[in-house]
């Protein structure tokens, strides 16, 4: 007994070296996968980044990457270990046959978990502490965030890592053991070459797969931004991928039992063979498709969509500024506007700056819920996309900010959306009514985004003062004491001055600061103050936040590649064992070797593109979906989106074919090992 004992390790380890071909992609596939965990605990755990300006977006961001990779990694890793534990069920039962009780064969998987667990550990964290400083340089500098810091490694992040896996190789043993303990012998041997099991009632899932596909789709096209898109696009997403499912297991096989029930088509030689190993291809591995299908299209999405919002975080941080540099009060009347604006114009001429495109006005703000033409005071409270934010002006004031001579009778408006068009010819406050003169398509007031449904200003222009009194009573404000005012400009260097010529020397983003910290200090000593707006402050905030975010874009797009590229290799393997006795059944019918590799080869191209197709149509559909959630961070850049989701589709189509043509060398190694 205790030379049996003795003899489990070496058995053990020799079982890792012989079946190298399965085993050593699960380690470097879960060296990855514990690499990216054991970063992402280093980088939360480091206390630098709380004490960096604007590290707070980052951290947050990273803590939501952290707990989604938990979860994506757990499936994974025990997804591939089906795959192992698959390829070494001939072997366990050959042990059992030869005499090796099943606590044996027990204890000897228990050391080869215990291998495997100490090898990835110490190969993750080994690569963890070589580049984890490398990757956390590259999180600041996406962020705009100082790279001048003292980078220190964090013991609980070790320890945290390492629980995480043991707990993910505690239940991938405890499966496998169940698995072979509940097995006879005889079962074990014949389960290495046993397929997934074909699923029942396949009629019935093909037209549930199809009808989940397309409610999906429909969902996903007609997506608006209101306040359920959120949940919408989790069940879009949820329905897609039950859908992709049924339609993989059993929507192909229907489709190929239809083929087959044709027999003009079918009853010929080059159709009866691609026909027939189609469908038993697809009976053993359409699960495996499915998924590859899944993580193909969570690739190009998560890499588009950060891609995208990185490119586009100017545009986005411009469609909440109506000018760089804003200025508010409320209270206006108590407010001298010459003298504001002679201030501000002076110390910017003290600083060798010009103001540009000024713009000014006084208007009363309100919140309305709309309801077609209605603007409510009461609505649902959480319906973000039905609130409006009203902002009403006397006609005057509109003349004056547009350099217009508009005219209006007391029952008429002048109506802007910020956003979709309001389309209506009266609007209604509550139940006074009024008719729209003109729908204005622009304004100086804001620029206009038509997909901007969920963050759209209205500006209404009434014919005189005691109208825009009548209105502003409605939502409870008094015009005399809660009138508003606005103050916006840019600022860009004087091209003459007779200020020092050493002003010149400055950088201009100091004298930019300088000037803004200035105005910032001299706002707030004024009555009616409410706030100053400094689109560029705001701008280093949003690109510590967007730069936080492509940086998780990128290791997540890593980390599905990289599973997808694991389960196209197992998926390789996994032919090449069965093709291995196809090859002989094949020839024995009579085919010849050349035609018999040509057509394995198309059907393998055929297996493998299905996948492909499937993501690329999912893609196409759902970028839908996705250009209307990032309307609710203020991307509104249609044409980037384009260019980027086909940029990325091309991108990965290429890669895809790369990852097939290197793992497609494995499957024909094991299929030459017959000839």
């Not at 890792?16 to 514990?34: E, H």
């Not at 760089?324 to 114009?345: H, M, N, P, S």
Request: aromatic residues 14%.
């Amino acid at each position: 007994m205790n030379k049996t004992m003795s003899l489990l390790p070496r058995m053990a380890v020799n079982n890792i070296r012989k079946n190298g071909s399965v085993y050593f992609p699960y380690i470097g596939a879960s060296v990855f996968a514990l690499f990216t965990h054991f970063v992402f605990g280093l980088i939360m755990k480091n206390d630098i980044i709380w004490k960096l300006p604007k590290g707070v977006y980052a951290v947050m961001l990273i803590q939501i990457g952290y707990v989604l990779l938990s979860l994506i990694m757990l499936p994974f890793l025990y997804y591939i270990n089906s795959f192992l534990i698959k390829r070494r069920k001939r072997e366990l039962g050959l042990y059992s046959i030869l005499g090796l009780e099943k606590k044996h064969i027990g204890i000897m998987m228990f050391w080869e978990s215990l291998f495997l667990y100490c090898v990835v550990a110490v190969g993750a964290i080994v690569l963890g502490l070589l580049f984890s400083r490398l990757i956390f340089l590259l999180l600041l500098n996406l962020a705009k965030m100082s790279v001048d810091v003292t980078y220190t490694v964090s013991p609980g992040a070790i320890i945290q890592t390492l629980i995480f896996y043991a707990v993910v190789m505690g239940l991938n043993l405890m499966v496998n053991l169940i698995q072979v303990g509940k097995s006879n012998p005889v079962e074990l041997m014949s389960d290495s070459r046993r397929g997934e099991k074909e699923p029942k009632r396949i009629g019935f899932w093909s037209v549930a797969g199809l009808a989940a596909m397309t409610l999906g789709y429909k969902m996903a096209i007609g997506a608006q931004l209101d306040s359920r898109v959120f949940i919408d696009f989790f069940l879009a997403v949820f329905l897609v991928v039950l859908g992709t499912y049924f339609l993989f297991t059993s929507g192909s096989i229907a489709a190929l039992r239809l083929f087959k029930k044709k027999k003009g088509f079918y009853y010929r030689s080059e159709n009866f063979i691609t026909v027939s190993g189609m469908l038993y291809r697809m009976k053993k591995s359409a699960a495996s498709l499915s998924n590859i299908c899944v993580f193909s299209t969570m690739v190009i999405i998560t890499v588009v969509c950060t891609v995208s919002v990185y490119l586009g975080m100017n545009s986005i941080l411009t469609s909440g500024f109506s000018r760089g540099y804003e200025l508010c009060f409320i209270g206006e009347k108590k407010t001298d506007r010459a003298v504001l604006k002679q201030e501000v114009q002076a110390t910017a001429a003290g600083h060798g700056l010009a103001l540009e495109d000024e713009i000014d006005y006084t208007y009363i703000a309100a919140n309305a819920y709309q309801v077609e033409n209605v603007l409510q005071v009461e609505g649902k409270p959480y319906d973000n996309a039905g609130w409006k934010k009203l902002y009403l002006m006397t006609l005057d004031e509109y003349n004056r900010l547009e350099k217009v001579s508009e005219t209006l009778q007391p029952d008429e408006v002048l109506f802007f959306s910020s956003g979709p068009d309001f389309s209506y010819e009266s609007v209604s406050f509550e139940e006074t009514e009024y008719a729209v003169k003109e729908e204005l398509t622009k304004s100086r007031f804001a620029k206009k985004y038509i997909n901007n449904t969920m963050n759209a200003k209205y500006l209404v222009v009434l014919a005189n003062q005691e109208e825009l009194s009548r209105v502003s009573e409605i939502y409870h404000v008094d015009a005399d004491t809660q009138e508003s005012y606005y103050y916006g400009f840019w600022v860009d260097r004087m091209e003459e001055t007779s200020i020092d010529e050493g002003i010149f020397a400055q950088d201009l983003d100091d004298t930019i600061d300088s000037f803004s910290a200035e105005i910032g200090q001299y706002a707030q000593r004024l009555t009616g103050y409410a706030a100053y707006r400094d689109r560029r402050e705001s701008m280093e905030n949003e690109e510590a936040m967007y730069g936080g975010l492509l940086f998780i874009g990128i290791f997540f797009g890593s980390i599905f590649l990289v599973c997808l590229l694991i389960i196209m290799y197992y998926k390789q393997i996994t032919e090449g064992f069965e093709d291995q006795k196809n090859f002989d059944i094949m020839q024995n019918v009579g085919m010849g070797d050349e035609e018999i590799r040509s057509t394995i080869r198309k059907q393998i191209r055929m297996v493998f593109g299905l996948p492909l197709i499937g993501a690329l149509c999912h893609t196409a559909v759902g970028m839908q979906m996705v250009y209307i959630l990032l309307g609710a961070i203020g991307f509104f850049e249609t044409s980037l989106l384009i260019a980027c989701t086909l940029g990325g589709c091309l991108v990965f189509a290429l890669v895809y074919s790369i990852c097939y043509k290197r793992t497609s060398m494995a499957y024909y190694r094991i299929v030459r090992k017959m000839e």
